[in-house]
C-alpha cells in the first residue's frame, strides 16, 4: 500500500487545532479539497515565478503566488508531449501504452480506472470544466462542463451535465466562461463533502485569440529571441531537421499570425488556414469583430508596406506569435486570481491543494520553434506549483524528477485513497516538505509515438536523469510509419491523416529512421550539442543505454 495511513488523522487533528474560518468549520469531511488548475499547452518559460527573461516582460502574478505560497516544481515532465497523451496519463497514473492513449486520435482504454472513480467513491464531490479532449465520457465525476474536442476561443460550445449531456454555445471568451463555471462548481456543491474540480483552459492553445481587453497589450514591448532560435540542427539528425514546427515556415501568416491578406491559395495548407481564421472570426459579434480589426488591420498593413524578408521577417512572425501567446497567458493569470479570492473569501484556502499545471511545455521560439512534442526540454518539462500550506512551505521548490503519471497517486494519497498497484506514478506528498526520499526515482521514460501527423514529430523514446538525456528516434517514414489503427479506415486517425496527405502536408522523402542522442544538460543545457558516439561518452552511453532497456522490459514497451 503507497498510501500514508496516518494521513487522515494527521489532517483531521491539524484541522481541530487551528482555528478555521467560520465557514470551513462547515465542512465536516476534512480531508483535503483539491483544486487542480491544467492550462493547455502553457510553457514554464512563460510564467513570471519560473524566471525567465521573457515572462520578466510579461509577468503572471496571481500564478507566481501559487510559488511563493507554496512549492515550485523545477524537474517536472511529461511522459508524451501531447494533450490526449497527457491527460490520459493524469487520469489514470499510466504511461500511454498502458492506458491506451498514445496518440492525439486514438481514445483511451476506458477500462482502466481514473482517479476521480476512486475520489468519487471514497465521499469527495468531483467536477471539471474546460477541455476534455478525451474520446469518453468523464468518469467519475459528479458534475462536468466541459469544451466540444478542442474548444473555440470565442463564445464556445461546452457539453454539460447542466444541458443534459448535450452541446450548446455561450456566449463569452473560453478563459472567463471556464472560470465562471468553476466558480458555479464550488458553490453549488455538496458543502459536507470536500471537493475535487479539474480546471482545464483551453488556452493558450493555438491559434492564440486572446481576449479582447488584451488585444493590445504588450503592443511595445519587444521580446528577447531565446538564445537558440537560430539553432542549425547541425549535430542532430533528421528528426530535428524535417519537423514542422518552425516559426519561420510552419507559423501560418493567417490562421497563425491573423494577418488576412496573405494568404496563398496554391498551398492546401493556406487554404486551410484561411478558412480556420475565418471560421473563427465569424464567431465574433460585430463589435468584438471591430475592436478585433482596430488591432489587427493598421499592424497588418504596416506590416505589408514593410515587405520584411528573411530573418527581419522571421523575427517579426515570433514577436507577433508571442504577444498574442501571451495576451492569453494575461486571461488565465486572472483567472487564477479569481479562483483564489473565491476560495479565500470561502475560507478555503487553507484545506485546498492548489496544484497549477499544464498538459505539456511548449516552444517560445526555442530551436526556432512552436508547439511540443519532442523531448527536449521546453516541450518535455511542463510547469508545476504547489500550494497547501498545510504541508508546503512558501516559496520552496524541488529539483525531484517527477511526471505527469504522478498526479493520480497524488490526489488519492492526499484524500488517504489507497493507490491501486498497477498505478506508475508515485504520490509526490513525501516531497511537500522539501526533503526528497532516498528512493525517489533517478530517471524517467518518456515516449513520443504521434507520427505521421501535424507537425512531422518522428516516433522517439528515451530517458532523462537529473544530468543527462538519450534519445532514440525510430519509425520508418512517411505513410510507412503509421500504425494500424492510423491506417484502419473510419478512424479519427486515419482522417487526420488523409486531410493531411490531401494537403500535401508530408515532404516527397522521409526516411526510415532508427538513431540515438545524447545530451549533457549540465554543459549543454540548451540541448544544441549531440554527444551521441563522441569518443569519451562510451561509459555514461552505456549506463543511459541499461537504463533505457530497464524501462522497455519492464514496462513492456513493443515499439521502438
Ligand atoms: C491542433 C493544432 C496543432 C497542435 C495539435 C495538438 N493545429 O491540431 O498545432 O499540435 O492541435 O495540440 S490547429 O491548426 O488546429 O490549431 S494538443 O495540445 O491538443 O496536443
Ligand atoms: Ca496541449
Redesign the pocket.
Known amino acids: 500500500m503507497k498510501v500514508n495511513s496516518t494521513l487522515n488523522l494527521m489532517l483531521c487533528s491539524a484541522a481541530a487545532l487551528c482555528s478555521c474560518a467560520p465557514k470551513q468549520q462547515a465542512q465536516q469531511d476534512e480531508r483535503p479539497n483539491i483544486l487542480y488548475i491544467m492550462c ?2 502553457h510553457s514554464y518559460q512563460t510564467i513570471s515565478a519560473y524566471g525567465s527573461a521573457v515572462s520578466q516582460l510579461a509577468p503572471t502574478p496571481n500564478i507566481d503566488r501559487l510559488a511563493s505560497e507554496g512549492m515550485r516544481f523545477d524537474c517536472a515532465f511529461v511522459e508524451n508531449s ?3 497523451p497527457s491527460r490520459a496519463a493524469c487520469m489514470t497514473g499510466l504511461y500511454s501504452h498502458q492506458n491506451g492513449q498514445r496518440h ?1 486520435a486514438e481514445g483511451i482504454d476506458t477500462t482502466k480506472t481514473f482517479f476521480t472513480e476512486l475520489l468519487h467513491d471514497a465521499g469527495y464531490n468531483t467536477g471539471i470544466v474546460g477541455k476534455w ?1 478525451l474520446m469518453c465520457e468523464p468518469k467519475g465525476f459528479d458534475y462536468y462542463h466541459i469544451l466540444d474536442d ?1 474548444g473555440k476561443y470565442y463564445h464556445p460550445t461546452f457539453k454539460s451535465n447542466d444541458f443534459n449531456g448535450e452541446y450548446r454555445q455561450e456566449q463569452g471568451y473560453a478563459t472567463q466562461l471556464i472560470t465562471k463555471h468553476a466558480i458555479e462548481f464550488l458553490d453549488r456543491r455538496d458543502k459536507k463533502k470536500p471537493f475535487c474540480l479539474m480546471v482545464h483552459h483551453k488556452a493558450p ?3 492564440w485569440m486572446p481576449e479582447q481587453k488584451y488585444l493590445n497589450l504588450y503592443d511595445s514591448v519587444q521580446f528577447p529571441l531565446p538564445e537558440t532560435f537560430y539553432d542549425d540542427y547541425s549535430t542532430r539528425g533528421v528528426a530535428a531537421r524535417q519537423q514542422k514546427m518552425s516559426i519561420a515556415d510552419a507559423l501560418e501568416m493567417v ?1 497563425d499570425l491573423k494577418v488576412t491578406q496573405c494568404y496563398d491559395f496554391t498551398r492546401a495548407e493556406s487554404r486551410f488556414s484561411y478558412n ?1 481564421l475565418m471560421g473563427e472570426l465569424g464567431r465574433l459579434t460585430p463589435e468584438e469583430r471591430a475592436a478585433w480589426d482596430a488591432h489587427y488591420s493598421p499592424r497588418n498593413e504596416a506590416f505589408i508596406k514593410a515587405n520584411l524578408k528573411g530573418k527581419a521577417l522571421t523575427e517579426w512572425k515570433y514577436q507577433e506569435y508571442i504577444r498574442d501567446y501571451l495576451r492569453c497567458i494575461k486571461s488565465v493569470d486572472d483567472s487564477v486570481g479569481e479562483l483564489l479570492a473565491y476560495l479565500e473569501k470561502e475560507g478555503l484556502l487553507d484545506n485546498t491543494v492548489i496544484v497549477y499545471t499544464s ?1 505539456q511545455g511548449f516552444w517560445m521560439g526555442e530551436h526556432g520553434w512552436f ?1 511540443k512534442r519532442m523531448m527536449y526540454e521546453e516541450s518535455f518539462r511542463t510547469p508545476l506549483l504547489i500550494r497547501y500550506p498545510k504541508q508546503i512551505q512558501g516559496g520552496t521548490h524541488t529539483d525531484a524528477l517527477v511526471q505527469n503519471i504522478d498526479f493520480a497517486p497524488t490526489f488519492l494519497n492526499l484524500a488517504g485513497v489507497e493507490v491501486p498497484a498497477q498505478m506508475e506514478g508515485r504520490s509526490l506528498m513525501p516531497l511537500f516538505d522539501g526533503s526528497k526520499p532516498e528512493d525517489w526515482r533517478t530517471s524517467l521514460y518518456y515516449h513520443y509515438y504521434d507520427y505521421p501527423t ?2 512531422l514529430v518522428r516516433r522517439h523514446d528515451g530517458v532523462r536523469t537529473t544530468r543527462y538525456k538519450l534519445i532514440h528516434f525510430y519509425g520508418m517514414g512517411g505513410y510507412a510509419g503509421a500504425d494500424a489503427d492510423m491506417r484502419r479506415e473510419g478512424t479519427r486517425e486515419n482522417r487526420v491523416y488523409q486531410m493531411l496527405n490531401a494537403a500535401n502536408y508530408f515532404p516527397a522523402t522521409s526516411p526510415d529512421i532508427n538513431y540515438n542522442e545524447l545530451y549533457d544538460l549540465q554543459t549543454d543545457p540548451h540541448e544544441l550539442n549531440n554527444l551521441y558516439g563522441k569518443p569519451g561518452y562510451e561509459k555514461i552511453t552505456a549506463e543511459l543505454q541499461r537504463e533505457l532497456d530497464g524501462y522497455r522490459i519492464r514496462l513492456k514497451i513493443d515499439e521502438y
Do not use: C, V
Open positions: 493547455d499547452d501531447l494533450s490526449a492525439l479532449h478542442q492553445h493555438r491559434n490562421q480556420s498538459d508547439d501535424f507537425h
